[in-house]
């Protein structure tokens, strides 16, 4: 089931781009942010009340919470500087670097996480840090 929600997941997040493209013209970059942050708001916390998981908040730990909310900020800023980016520059061009957080993310989970490190997983880093460059130049 995983492996469904992550492709989802890339066909919403592509999606995102091409329908923020259009949306943003005429429009500030963060003032969109902050539109499409309270629409993300309203859905998350809709989710949560009709599946009752509000009831669950008690649950959450001091540390879980302190790296939720670092994670937050984390995306917060994340959107930002996409959104300033798509405004700026050509989605197809925009996408493929935002998307180098793949490599990114698989470095910080060897490193930090201690995620077993492959062949395969370095051959596909490899391959996805080549592709990002052969897309931007």
Do not use: C
């Not at 923020?20 to 009340?49: H, Y």
């Not at 180098?100 to 490190?117: D, N, R």
């Amino acid at each position: 089931m995983w492996m469904l929600y992550a492709l989802l997941s890339a066909v919403f997040a592509a999606l995102t781009g091409i329908l923020a493209k259009i949306g943003i013209d005429n429009v500030n970059s963060n003032l969109a942010t902050a539109i499409r942050t309270v629409i993300i708001l309203i859905m998350a916390w809709g989710i949560v009340f009709v599946t009752g998981a509000q009831k669950e908040i008690g649950n959450i730990t001091h540390r879980s919470l302190l790296f939720l909310v670092l994670s937050g900020v984390a995306t917060g800023l994340s959107w930002l500087f996409y959104f300033a980016a798509i405004k700026m520059g050509d989605v197809s061009v925009v996408v493929p670097i935002d998307k180098f957080s793949v490599v990114i993310s698989m470095v910080l989970a060897f490193v930090v996480l201690g995620e077993t490190v492959s062949v395969q997983k370095i051959i596909g880093g490899i391959l996805i840090t080549a592709g990002t460059f052969v897309l931007i130049l």
